[in-house]
């Protein structure tokens, strides 16, 4: 049954505009779902949704409102956060695409400052549309805190067990008499144990993130012979359609398209580790960039 994307309403079939906003009906509760982004002309949207789909958000789609005269593009709701940050970056290459045509009939000087901001104001954008994640730890730095956390532990609680015991055997100048003897000595050998319970665990830790370094280690350099081997800068910019001039957005879209090529070949790759990755390769590629 064809259903109203924008007043919610159910339709008999061949029902094709709804006769209270005038929208065209969509076929299923799943079109329905996905919400608005932005109006704007025809040519604008068409454009607008290309850019989106090269970036990876697939839910775009146009729909002509007939009460507005507009179109208006509609994103899937787990997409519209990333495609609203797409959006904004859009609209900042096409202003700055605008202005640099407007050079000819303007002051040169004043259009060189105002192109400036423009560049700033895309090179933030561009940070903020960046996904945002936990950083990525390697495992061999992993494996060092835990063994440099294992070593404190173990010292402490060894140390403090000595003490204890010379404390108990009327070693130490220092008297404890009756039942605080117990307490204290109960109290204080149960937190020198659980110290050096801790510290066992996290050596064994410490010796696990050490073979998985290996393993990174040696994926690393399988992952750096593919990349010497098939990726070059001039590959990489033919391949992302409007290479914005701003350098931070070039960098954005440059490690994007970087990362999907390595994930097309290589699967299952944890997202950190290969940003990680890509963020140690890039100079190789683009050093010259003043990246």
Request: aromatic share 8%.
């Amino acid at each position: 049954m064809p259903w109203c994307p924008k007043c919610k309403n159910e339709y008999v079939d061949g029902v094709k505009t709804c006769v209270d906003c005038g929208c065209d009906l969509v076929g299923s509760l799943e079109e329905m779902e996905k919400e608005g982004l932005i109006f704007g002309t025809q040519e604008e949207m068409e454009e607008l949704l290309s850019f989106l789909s090269c970036n990876g958000i697939k839910s775009g789609e146009l729909r002509f409102d007939e009460t507005e005269d507009l179109y208006e593009l509609f994103v899937s709701p787990e997409e519209k956060g990333r495609a609203s940050r797409y959006s904004g970056i859009f609209q900042k290459e096409k202003n700055l695409r605008e202005k640099k045509k407007a050079i000819n009939n303007n002051s040169f000087e004043d259009m060189q400052e105002e192109l400036a901001e423009t560049e700033e104001e895309a090179e933030e954008e561009a940070v903020e549309a960046a996904p945002a994640g936990p950083v990525y730890e390697a495992a061999s730095q992993k494996a060092e805190n835990f063994k440099s956390g294992a070593y404190t532990l173990l010292g402490a609680g060894i140390v403090g067990m000595i003490l204890l015991i010379c404390l108990l055997a009327g070693v130490l100048p220092i008297q404890l008499n009756g039942s605080t003897k117990y307490l204290t000595g109960g109290v204080m050998g149960a937190l020198f144990l659980v110290f050096i319970v801790m510290g066992v665990l996290s050596l064994k830790s410490s010796r696990q993130f050490e073979g998985k370094a290996k393993e990174e280690s040696a994926l690393k350099e399988e992952l750096r012979r593919w990349c010497d081997e098939n990726i070059t800068a001039e590959a990489v910019d033919a391949s992302i359609p409007d290479l914005p001039d701003a350098e931070e957005a070039r960098y954005f879209r440059r490690t994007e398209r970087i990362r999907a090529m390595i994930s097309e070949n290589f699967l299952n790759l944890e997202a950190g580790y290969l940003e990680n990755f890509v963020d140690e390769i890039y100079p190789q590629f683009f050093g010259g960039d003043g990246q």
